[in-house]
């Protein structure tokens, strides 16, 4: 059974840098997407980043807010972790951040994994 154990999740100020964690309990190599999702209050989970097996990393647009430049998806993989480094912090960013983990076979998918989650407030 794969778990995913999401870590580093606390209040925050505006403008502030926040770096949460996800331990795998297996290596990175099983996956080809590890990704981080939040979940704001309202119906609807949303991606932030994800980063394939390649180490390419993607990152999703927020409304009028790129999160490319001011969250960075990296991994280490002999410590089976994915990180998200978080910057220049806004009140918006509120959420439950989950770690995702996607196993995918040409085009069909064979697995995915979450962990329970890790809150991060940002609030001045």
């Known amino acids: 059974q794969v778990q995913l154990v999401e870590s580093g999740g606390r209040l925050v100020q505006p403008g502030d840098s926040l770096t949460i964690s996800c331990a795998a309990s297996t290596s990175l190599s099983n996956f080809t997407h590890m990704g981080w999702y939040r979940h704001a209050p309202g119906p609807q989970r949303e991606l932030v980043a994800d980063?394939?097996?390649?180490?390419?990393?993607?990152?999703?647009?927020s409304g009028r807010d790129s999160l490319k430049g001011r969250f960075t998806i990296s991994r280490d993989v002999v410590k089976n972790t994915v990180y998200l480094q978080m910057t220049m912090m806004k009140p918006e960013d509120t959420a439950v951040y989950y770690c995702?983990?996607?196993?995918?076979?040409?085009?069909?998918?064979?697995?995915?994994?979450w962990g329970q989650g890790t809150q991060v407030t940002v609030f001045s």
């Open positions: 980063i394939l097996l390649d180490g390419t990393a993607n990152y999703a647009d």
């Open positions: 995702n983990a996607q196993s995918w076979w040409l085009g069909v998918k064979l697995g995915e994994y």
